[in-house]
Nanobody, 122 residues
Framework: QVLLVESGGGSVQAGGSLRLSCVVFGYAYSTLSMGWFRQALGKEREGVAHIDTDGKPSYVDSVKGRFTISQDNAKNTLYLQMNSLKPEDTAMYFC????????????????WGRGTQVTVSS
């Protein structure tokens, strides 16, 4: 059974930072493409960042220069460093994984965590 467990969310003021983590259990991590998505209340889920099996990152325009996706294969862990947070970053953040990079990019990955809440106050 594949399990993804996120942590690191919380409440911060605008301009602050948080680091999210996502630990993967039950799958060979190095074979997975990984992604972070978020969903704010009343809005559709959107892709935030993605890292493919070659370690190449990509970001949605709204977080470029502020967020950094990274991973530690030895720890089966994906990270999202979020700096210069804005109120519009407030959302539930989910990590996802799939050996098929295309499925991660388009939000249809087979494996998802339960999410961690990020709240940014002005």
């Amino acid at each position: 059974q594949v399990l993804l467990v996120e942590s690191g969310g919380g409440s911060v003021q605008a301009g602050g930072s948080l680091r999210l983590s996502c630990v993967v259990f039950g799958y060979a991590y190095s074979t997975l493409s990984m992604g972070w998505f978020r969903q704010a209340l009343g809005k559709e889920r959107e892709g935030v960042a993605h890292i493919d099996t070659d370690g190449k990152p990509s970001y949605v325009d709204s977080v470029k220069g502020r967020f950094t996706i990274s991973q530690d294969n030895a720890k089966n862990t994906l990270y999202l460093q979020m700096n210069s947070l804005k109120p519009e970053d407030t959302a539930m953040y989910f990590c996802c994984a799939d050996p098929d990079d295309y499925l991660v990019v388009n939000g249809t990955a087979n494996y998802w965590g339960r999410g961690t809440q990020v709240t940014v106050s002005s």
